[in-house]
C-alpha cells in the first residue's frame, strides 16, 4: 500500500512539472512571436534562433520528464498484473459511477 501512495505522489509531481514547464515554453514561446511581428533580418533570424533552442530546450524536459516517468508507469503494470481481480472491479466500479452521473445529466 505504501508503495502506491509513492507512486502516487511521484505521479503527481511527474504532472506538475511537466505543467509548469509546459506553461512556461508557452507562454515564452507567445512572446517571442508577438516581438516577431515586426521584425526582419537579422533581428528576425536571432529571433528564430531563439525559438529553436526554446523548442530544442522543450524536447529535452519532455525527455527528461518521460524518464522519471517510467518507473511511475512501471510499477502501475506491476501491481494491475499482480492484482488483475482488483483491478477489473476498480474500473466496473468506476465505469459505474460515470454512467450513473451522466445518466443523472440527461
Do not use: C
Amino acid at each position: 500500500m505504501a508503495r502506491k501512495t509513492t507512486a502516487q505522489a511521484d505521479n503527481d509531481q511527474i504532472k506538475d512539472q511537466v505543467f509548469s514547464e509546459l506553461q512556461a515554453l508557452i507562454e515564452e514561446s507567445e512572446k517571442l512571436l508577438s516581438d516577431s511581428a515586426a521584425l526582419v533580418g537579422e533581428e528576425a533570424d536571432s529571433l528564430r534562433a531563439q525559438l529553436g533552442l526554446k523548442l530544442r530546450q522543450a524536447r529535452q524536459a519532455t525527455s527528461r520528464l518521460g524518464q522519471r516517468a517510467q518507473p511511475v508507469v512501471e510499477a502501475t503494470h506491476e501491481y494491475i498484473g499482480g492484482h488483475p481481480w482488483q483491478t477489473v472491479a476498480i474500473s466496473a466500479g468506476f465505469g459505474l459511477v460515470v454512467g450513473l452521473l451522466l445518466g443523472r445529466r440527461q
